[in-house]
């Protein structure tokens, strides 16, 4: 209740611009605290292989339960996180207890699958970075071929650095691939010479793809050049069973989406699990 009231007295004799100021100052110091307070949460979305249609991934979606009390999401903090440098802290954090969730399922008997983690563009340019996740899946004994990172294409833009970084973790088994493909500078020369896994196509592309043409070319054109380069393709955003039907008729060949799942809890993420096939052992 105070705090509301400090924040009504800012809107009312600061003007705007300080107003923010102000707001973004209590983010800041807030989300400083999050990791000690434990407030930072991961939750699981899965993702499915098309032919045949089974689980084969998830990917980890960071959540922030603001004061115990709101949940924020990741659009609303990382951008914050990526320009104060906390990012660093809270990636490594969401590296490890990713790692470490999927190593625990896979010593419960679950078939293992892969573990996709976002990585902002200042984590890449990281110089240890590579030495971090080295330690990270020893620490955890997390199989690295399980584990998959998630970049952007602004990332890549540096293809010698990019690519040097690249090859040394798929040197130790880890796969990389492009989010949100098709929004940013994408060329067919650094996606010649990096060593990708995975393309996601962007969600943007996905929504209207019953009905806008374009989409549909942009998609269609994305699968096949992915293919010629051997390389795997996920549709982000799948909602429907008309989008669905689209990407099965253009060979896409995996997905992700509401449609399969809501991104949940690791406990609920176990227990849809346990829906589709009791553990093996
Ligand atoms: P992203 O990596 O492209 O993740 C996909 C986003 O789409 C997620 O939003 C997910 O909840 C949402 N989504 C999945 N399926 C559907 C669908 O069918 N329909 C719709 N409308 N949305 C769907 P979320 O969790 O809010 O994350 C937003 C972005 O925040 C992520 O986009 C990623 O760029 C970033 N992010 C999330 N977690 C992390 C993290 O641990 N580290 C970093 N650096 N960034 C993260
Ligand atoms: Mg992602
Ligand atoms: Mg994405
Ligand atoms: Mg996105």
Avoid at 102 to 127: C, H, T, V
Avoid at 190 to 215: A, C, H, N, Q, W
Wanted: proline share 5%; with cysteine.
């Amino acid at each position: 209740k105070a705090k509301e009231a400090g924040k009504d007295t800012y809107a009312l004799y600061e003007p705007e611009n300080e107003t923010k100021t102000g707001a973004r100052i209590l983010l800041e110091n807030d989300l400083r605290k999050s990791l000690e307070k434990n407030e930072l949460h991961l939750f699981y979305q899965p993702q499915i292989s098309l032919f045949p249609q089974r689980r084969i991934g998830a990917e980890a979606l960071l959540r922030w339960h603001r004061g115990g009390k709101e949940w924020i999401s990741p659009a609303d903090f990382i951008p914050l996180a990526e320009e104060t440098g906390l990012i660093l802290p809270i990636g490594e954090w969401v590296l490890r207890t990713a790692c470490r969730q999927g190593k625990s399922w896979i010593d419960d008997g679950y078939e293992p699958f892969i573990m996709a983690i976002n990585l902002s563009p200042r984590q890449f340019r990281q110089r240890n970075l590579v030495e971090l996740i080295r330690t990270i899946l020893e620490e955890t004994g997390y199989p690295p071929q399980f584990l998959e990172l998630e970049i952007t294409e602004g990332m890549t833009l540096d293809v010698e650095a990019a690519s040097h970084k690249m090859k040394q973790l798929r040197d130790m088994g880890v796969h990389i691939s492009i989010d949100d493909f098709g929004t940013g500078y994408s060329s067919l020369h650094y996606l010649k010479r990096l060593p990708i896994s995975r393309l996601k196509v962007d969600r943007s592309f996905v929504r209207d793809i019953e009905t806008d043409l374009g989409d549909r070319d942009i998609v269609k054109a994305i699968i096949s050049m992915a293919h010629n380069l051997k390389i795997t393709v996920i549709a982000e955003g799948v909602e429907n069973e008309e989008q669905l039907a689209f990407l099965e008729a253009n060979a896409c060949d995996e997905v992700q989406g509401y449609l399969f799942g809501r991104p949940i809890p690791a406990d609920e993420f176990r227990q849809s699990m346990d829906a589709q096939n009791a553990p093996k052992q």
